[in-house]
């Protein structure tokens, strides 16, 4: 219990620097914020006004938290370009971000522990082999490129799949189930190149836990007790590899994250990460900085998660 | 009731092999208590690792026969060999807290190992567990049961481990080094209570020490091993106040005794015990040997039986011939 | 390093980078193809590969083995120039962190936390549009969002090898602490940072290839891996190998680095078995 109020309470001034990093940017873009949301047939008394109305007249310092009250209250400001509440904007793609990531997530964990147990148990194997050989080209392969690749071999070659969006408009008045599965057509692509990275780095560190595992003590006492290999991979090794792969899950989060963002955009998969590129594109800061600091708190959550569920789940950590 | 015949366990090292355990043979009788001493190198913990096939990949038993019970345990397939670890034979290891896994409470893994070889179902499973705990005198078992291993000291995981085996009521029990992590007053403990289910299971008990001291309290028959060879096998009687073989003499000879005025000579060894990579030619033992003799780095001693009972591997006390180098065969 | 051990996948990745690095080097040297230059027999539409164009050409009728060639020097460049950044970076805050200890180590490791927390490639792309794309922002850009890694190795290491009794009889010796550091402690960091170098350019490579196809790394026309491809998608149907040589040498190229990589990390560690 005392770990986890530990860890909340760290992750508070993270979240502060945050906001900090993401505020300075905004502070750093070039061109004054004030002609960015008017036509210049306004007045300068005008000009000077809006400015005083934004508080631009104020030191950095105050700006900054009066910036960050605003944002608590959920104002993040308007994006340049739709003039739109960027709070409304990237709260509305949240959830097609959310699909994305936590099944891509969710596939990877599923997928990553059999691979992990099964090459690491039959080690030098040709399975391990083949699996360690993939790893490293899911590694090197530019993830972008590989969504491009997807795109050109099942929808452009084989018309298999859709090559972007989230689901067919003609569609909107359809069944759940329809809906449903249109929408699982589309995000197939996305996900596999999503898969593919997050498997390699995972599997790898899975495979080498596991390794290490089946040397120790306890798994040989485990064996002398006439416990069947099955039983020792599956449930006494699994578990104790289990826990170093959810840390590593917070680790790789930033990554993981970004990752999604590109492809999203390459896709145009209507999430936070879509909107986040073209805002770089469009230099809409606003909605850029909004982009950021969602993405970091998510991230931030996701660890504090997965710390969570570590000291939960180790009992070394939980009963003491 | 276990008769181990010219044992031969070798281990592949890079592209070299080295024979940690080389022709060995003994007998642990029925309702015994067997102790196999010797020091690091010597292929004692090999050896309970050959009996119940549970060496690492890069070993193999090349030659030799393990009977229990009138089955040779080199013919099972695995999943027969499955059977008899723990509900035959069973072993606990030196390091009792590394022996149980750290995420599972020992309830979890009592039961586990307990609906494995018996027909209950879980709750028989759990009481069964906490009648065991209490034989081995582990306070409070009903709360305990639910906590984790690291929540105990290592002589109760000690204790664990011991009603861990003896949930599956083996005939016999390997016990490799298993008060070496242990504080000596914790090891009296221990002992005292592997004495107290031997008689009250009826189990054989394979004691392997590196401490002659644990293995003089109380075992029936004492095999020496050095460097993968038996040098001497005797009841204990008979090797403390009448060790033969040279290396047994100095290892009685090391013990401390307290008592000041006894000063008994030290019988001191040359040099340390060498890699099982280096075995010395001849007699593995020469080099160290204050009674070495010119034959002694050619010829491979073998044992016989001598006056005082014992058996022992030396020229010294050879009577026959033995063969040059490799292949020396141990009568029985 | 036993020689003679190393593995088929070392010799191949081993050779495969030195390949790509004399290509690289003599190439530009030697020869006066340009790879602006177009074809004019293919202006217009992109070409198939062939004898004149082995890997083809691209809709500027400019031919693709060359410029990749070209590319090659690019990406090379971009990778070693980061990975130094990211090692000077990275050596100097992990260092300090690690030596000093007390509340200068709790702090910087704090800072490097909220460092790890953002999105690098986000954080690259804003700065990016913040400055101008030129091969020298996306260098230090690259560099300087990538060293967290090794002062978190470096600090690591630093922190098991101060305490231990060679340090102190160093100490006891009369030897400056600046003079322990550099040549008793920081050795020891070596291998990682080497594994770390290796990996890192990889990601360096990955990395200014995303932010080329981007438009926000190398500006065209100079050729790099990463804006070969960035056209290359509204080709797709009709010219794909426009789309698949840059992608398949920029994965032979990182994959190489890795197997270097993992293979420098389990051959200079002595306890690990693979």
Redesign the interface.
């Known amino acids: 219990m005392k770990y986890i109020v530990k860890r909340v309470l760290l992750a508070i001034p993270l979240i502060i620097v945050m906001t900090f990093i993401a505020f300075l940017i905004m502070k750093l873009a070039p061109g004054d914020p004030a002609n960015m949301y008017m036509d210049p047939s306004v007045s300068a008394q005008d000009v000077i006004q809006l400015k005083k109305n934004l508080g631009f007249d104020k030191p950095v310092g105050i700006q900054y938290v009066i910036w960050l009250k605003n944002i608590l209250k959920g104002n993040m400001g308007y994006s340049y370009i739709t003039s739109k509440s960027v709070f409304a904007s990237i709260t509305e793609r949240l959830p097609a971000t959310l699909l994305l990531s936590v099944s891509s997530m969710l596939l990877i964990i599923i997928s990553t522990f059999p691979l992990g147990i099964i090459a690491g148990a039959k080690k030098g194997s040709f399975f391990d082999n083949a699996v360690t050989v993939l790893s490293f080209l899911g590694l090197s392969i530019p993830t972008f490129w590989l969504g491009l690749m997807f795109i050109l071999f099942f929808s452009l070659k084989l018309d298999l799949l859709p090559t972007a969006g989230f689901m067919n408009p003609s569609l909107t008045n359809a069944s759940f189930l329809i809906k449903a599965f249109d929408i699982g057509k589309h995000m197939l692509l996305p996900l596999l190149t999503i898969l593919i990275g997050g498997l390699a780095v995972l599997t790898r560190y899975h495979r080498s836990g596991i390794i290490n595992i089946l040397e120790m003590d306890y798994i040989k006492a485990a064996r002398a007790r006439g416990l069947s290999e099955t039983r020792i991979l599956f449930k006494h090794a699994f578990k104790n590899a289990a826990l170093p792969i959810i840390t590593i899950l917070g680790l790789s989060l930033p990554g993981l994250i970004g990752g999604s963002f590109i492809i999203e955009y390459i896709f145009s998969w209507p999430g936070m990460g879509q909107l986040g590129v073209s805002a770089i594109f469009a230099r809409d800061y606003p909605i850029l900085m909004g982009t950021i600091l969602f993405s970091s708190a998510l991230i931030i959550m996701g660890n504090l998660l997965a710390d969570i569920a570590y000291a939960w789940i180790d009992p070394r950590i939980k009963k003491s | 009731m276990l008769k181990v015949k010219n044992l031969k366990t070798v281990f592949k090292v890079g592209d070299k092999s080295t024979v940690a355990v080389d022709g060995i043979s003994f007998d642990v009788p029925k309702k015994s208590i067997v102790g196999i001493v010797g020091e690091s190198g010597s292929g004692k913990s090999v050896t309970a690792l050959s009996i119940?096939d549970?060496l690492p990949n890069n070993g193999k038993v090349e030659n030799g026969q393990i009977i229990y019970q009138d089955q040779n345990l080199q013919n099972l397939t695995k999943k027969e060999m499955?059977?008899?670890?723990?509900?035959e034979i069973?072993?606990?290891?030196q390091?009792p807290l590394?022996?149980?896994?750290?995420?599972?409470?020992i309830g979890n893994q009592m039961i586990?190992?307990i609906l494995?070889?018996q027909d209950v179902n879980k709750k028989e499973a759990k009481a069964l567990a906490i009648e065991l705990l209490k034989k081995v005198n582990i306070p409070d078992p009903e709360h305990r049961i639910n906590?984790?291993p690291?929540?105990f000291s290592l002589g109760m995981c000690q204790r664990i481990?011991i009603a861990?085996?003896l949930s599956?009521k083996p005939t016999l029990l390997i016990a490799d080094e298993p008060t070496a992590s242990l504080d000596v007053t914790i090891q009296a403990q221990i002992l005292d209570l592997l004495m107290k289910i031997k008689d009250e299971f009826d189990m054989s008990i394979l004691i392997i020490s590196h401490d002659l001291g644990v293995i003089a309290q109380f075992c029936d028959y004492i095999v020496v091993m050095y460097l993968g060879k038996i040098v001497e096998k005797g009841v204990p009687k008979e090797i403390f106040s009448n060790p033969q073989h040279p290396y047994t003499k100095a290892l009685i000879s090391a013990i401390p005794k307290p008592d000041p005025s006894a000063k008994t000579p030290v019988s001191l060894l040359r040099g340390d015990v060498p890699s099982t990579m280096n075995v010395p030619k001849g007699c593995h033992f020469h080099p160290r040997c204050p009674n070495v003799m010119p034959e002694c780095s050619a010829l491979i001693p073998t044992l016989e039986k001598v006056k005082n009972g014992s058996e022992v591997a030396c020229l010294l006390y050879q009577i026959y011939p033995s063969e040059v180098v490799s292949n020396a065969k141990a009568d029985d | 390093m036993k020689l003679a051990k190393m593995s088929w996948s070392f010799k191949l990745s081993a050779g495969f980078l030195a390949l790509i690095i004399i290509l690289a080097i003599i190439i530009p040297m030697f020869s006066n193809l340009d790879p602006n230059g177009f074809d004019p027999n293919c202006i217009g539409e992109p070409a198939a590969p062939s004898i004149r164009h082995i890997f083809g050409t691209d809709d500027l009728g400019r031919d693709i083995l060359l410029r990749l060639i070209y590319g090659a020097r690019v990406s090379l460049t971009v990778g070693l120039v980061s990975v130094g950044i990211m090692i000077f970076v990275g050596i100097f805050v992990g260092t300090i962190a690690g030596y000093l200890g007390g509340w200068v180590d709790e702090l910087i490791m704090r800072f490097v936390d909220v460092f790890m927390a953002i999105p690098t490639i986000f954080l690259i792309l804003t700065i990016q549009i913040l400055l101008k794309p030129s091969i020298y922002n996306v260098m230090f850009v690259i560099g300087l969002t990538s060293w967290t890694g090794v002062s978190r190795l470096v600090r690591a290491e630093i922190l098991s090898i101060k305490e231990r009794p060679f340090i102190t009889a160093a100490y006891a010796r009369g030897i400056s602490h600046l003079r322990v550091l550099i040549k008793h402690i920081l050795p020891h960091a070596l291998n990682p940072i080497i594994v770390a170098s290796m990996l890192g350019m990889g990601t360096a490579i990955l990395t200014e290839s995303v932010l080329s196809y981007l438009g926000l790394g190398i500006q065209p026309p100079h050729a790099s891996w990463g804006n070969m491809l960035e056209n290359s998608l509204s080709f797709m149907i009709d010219a794909p190998w426009m789309a698949i040589a840059p992608g398949v040498l920029i994965s032979l190229t990182v994959l190489s680095l890795n197997f270097l990589g993992d293979f420098l990390r389990s051959g200079l560690n002595p306890r690990e078995s693979k």
């Open positions: 119940l549970l499955q059977k008899i670890r723990g509900s069973g072993l606990i290891f390091n590394a022996s149980l896994n750290p995420v599972f409470s586990e190992t494995l070889h906590d984790y690291h929540q481990m861990l085996t599956m």
